[in-house]
């Protein structure tokens, strides 16, 4: 047993215990090959990291199939979490999903499982339609197939809070958090007191920009990122993209030194980013980058491959 174990955090009314940082999914699918996969999931789970994120959607399903192998024989170890990605399709879409992710990921039940991608004004009326995607997670819990559901989002907080308001007892919640929130379309400020006090735990996402923009460009160290997103007051757990094991050693230096920051730190760190409030490092809440091909197919919106150079 290392020295290090990651620090843990309730994850909101589940009893569950989550390790403060938490694995993308997504990167596991850009990641060298399912070797690096494993080795990574193995030393992350040695370090006590315990949150594994994936998607129905990513990489055609191999994100959720390599991350299935990595953790054969060490399910029992994590916090699983996967998302259906009907996009307003109907429940009937979303349960076939459901078993299509559980039999990517090698287990017969999820921890969490939530709706991706909430970015349209119509996503919270549409997954609340009858036979729509909130029936298929009150379905889902109801016959044990997942212990906690939630939906994820990045566009703008008041698609968030219009999700929260209809009044489905959400477990979870997922957003993006990070330095530069505070100054635009915030979800930092506008709904994680909302999930927080309805005891929902909250996943912070992008805490570098979406693809590290803001770590390329300087902005922010990667030190700086991580440790702004980890010590936001109600977050459980803050997911990272890793597609290395170079990356995941890179995050857990950070996570052994890392101390929560005090308000005035958090203060420093988001006038800093008050000074790029024009959006060019959260570029998923202002233009399509991060918005799935296949969501906007579902919303009738051209694809990337369709839009004007």
């Known amino acids: 047993m290392p020295e290090f174990q990651s620090p843990k955090r309730p994850m909101g009314k589940t009893g569950l215990q989550v390790s403060i940082l938490g694995v993308g999914g997504y990167h596991l699918g850009t990641a060298s090959g399912q070797s690096e996969v494993n080795n990574m999931v193995a030393k992350a789970l040695d370090r006590g990291i315990n949150f594994f994120d994936n998607a129905w959607e990513y990489h055609k399903g191999m994100s959720e199939e390599r991350l299935g192998t990595a953790l054969k024989g060490k399910r029992d170890q994590a ?46 009326e549409r997954a609340y339609d009858h036979d729509g995607a909130v029936e298929a997670l009150a379905a ?52 994680v007191p909302v999930a927080v006090q309805k005891g929902m735990a909250v996943f912070s996402m992008k805490s570098m920009g979406g693809s590290g923009e803001a770590i390329v460009h300087g902005a922010l160290t990667p030190s ?17 993209g890793m597609d290395s094991m170079e990356v995941l050693d890179q995050n857990l230096r950070i996570l052994h030194d ?46 990337s491959a369709e839009l004007p150079a």
């Open 79 to 124: 916090i699983v979490m996967t998302k259906l990605c009907t996009h307003g399709r109907k429940k009937d879409v979303a349960m076939k999903q459901l078993e299509e992710s559980l039999t990517r990921l090698q287990t017969d039940h999820l921890d969490v499982w939530q709706i991706h991608e909430v970015v349209y004004y119509n996503d919270p």
């Open 224 to 240: 700086e990122a991580l440790s702004y997103a980890m010590s936001i007051p109600g977050v459980s757990t803050t997911i990272s």
């Open 140 to 191: 889902a819990k109801q016959q044990g197939k997942v212990r906690f559901v939630g939906f994820t989002g990045h566009k703008d907080p008041s698609i968030h809070l219009d999700m929260i308001h209809r009044g489905f007892p959400f477990d979870a919640v997922q957003m993006p958090i990070n330095a530069f929130d505070p100054s635009f379309r915030s979800f930092e400020r506008e709904v």
């Open 258 to 303: 890392f101390k929560p920051l005090a308000t005035e730190q958090l203060n420093a760190l988001r006038e800093h980013g008050r000074r790029f409030n024009d959006g060019r490092y959260e570029l998923y809440k202002s233009t399509v980058k991060y918005d799935g091909e296949l969501g906007r197919e579902q919303h009738n919106f051209p694809t």
